[in-house]
């Protein structure tokens, strides 16, 4: 009889699946190091990662600028509340005003994406004095209640039941829908400018437009949810602002994920009119602003400036799209950016998803189960979308 020898993942494995709850369905994979694109298992295997962490690795894994200014952050002073002002705190607010579209002008740091939707709810109401909030169909917003309350895609919202109350839902696209709610009663529609775990929905231009002109004509407050959008995701700083919507800027804009490269980090960026509602301690949070977090964040934003990652984006959007206009069993490619939906004519993506793990290529599934979606570092270049597409025409048959 033979013994079977544990591989070093199993081990991992085992004892993550014995002491960590079982919430997340995992890749069979025990991630160890990463560079750029690349993500390195245990066994040495290496993997296109094209999902990039769920959206956060923007700037690659481990850029160096990020580690670097991480590494001697952590030597000099990790944390310390807002008590106190920090130099380095006081540059990440500088520069997110600075790359945000005006009137923006201040930021409110927190920990992570639903934290700073929580915020911005918050800050709605207390700028309104109301407490309605219009989100739409298709949403997600996060986990914790208030943000939960003002998903509406699947069972999310199911699963922060008690809801918090005051929460209405609009057709994601239809303006009449909007209309239908809008009243002086409502303190902010908040939506995500384009919908990722929808399966990658956006809208025409146009739509951001309308909407705001509802918001003013209502005095509602209009919020982009940019956890995924922002940090120049679409080839653009932030959707706010930018030609996908009409020049449109929000009155607050959230941002996670990328914003740290992997540091725990969220931030909520608002007007001088919105600013001036908010009073010493309505809002706060322990980690909020901490040093190691607004090291990573000026690290994040210099690296995506030096490399020149927005014109990147850009162009490998043009270079993926071109590519994958050749794979036979797409209907379309939506998002803008590297914030792309690759639309098959069957209900295949989680088949694909599977086939390219195998393969060693890291991407992202969505509810649509049509839809396999791509949000890879803004590094990516020609030759690793050469690979992907090779191997995706491999797995989709086309060849
Ligand atoms: C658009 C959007 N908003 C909010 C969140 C919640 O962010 P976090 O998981 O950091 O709380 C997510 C997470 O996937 C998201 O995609």
Sequence with gaps: MTTHVQTKFEETAALEDQFQ????KKFPLAAERGE?????????????DLYGGHAVAATGHCHPVVVRAIREQAGQLLFYSNLVYSEVRARAAAKLVEIAPAPISKAFFCNSGTEANENAMRMARMATGRTRIITFTGSFHGRTADAISATALGKYRELGRPNVPDHLFAEFGSLDSVAALAD????????????????VRM???SFYQSLREICDQHGILL???EVQTGVGRTGDWFFAGSAAAHGVVPDIIT?????GSGVPVGACLTTQAVASHIKENDLGT?????????????ATLEAIEADHMLENVKHIEAYLREQLAI????????GRGLLLGLEFTDPIAAKVNKALLERHIITGTSSDPHVLRLLPPLCLKHEEVDLFIDTLKEVTSDK
């Design 21 to 24: 709850l079982a919430t997340y």
């Design 327 to 334: 794979i036979l069993s797409l209907t379309c490619v939506r």
């Design 36 to 48: 750029g694109v690349w993500l390195y298992a245990s066994d040495g295997a290496k993997y296109l």
């Design 255 to 259: 941002l996670a994920k990328a914003l």
């Design 203 to 205: 809208l025409e231009p």
């Design 223 to 225: 919020i982009f949810d």
């Design 286 to 298: 322990t980690y909020g602003g901490g040093m190691l977090a607004m090291a990573a964040v000026s």
């Design 184 to 199: 002086e009663s409502v303190a902010a529609i908040m939506l995500e400018p384009i919908q990722s775990m929808a399966g």
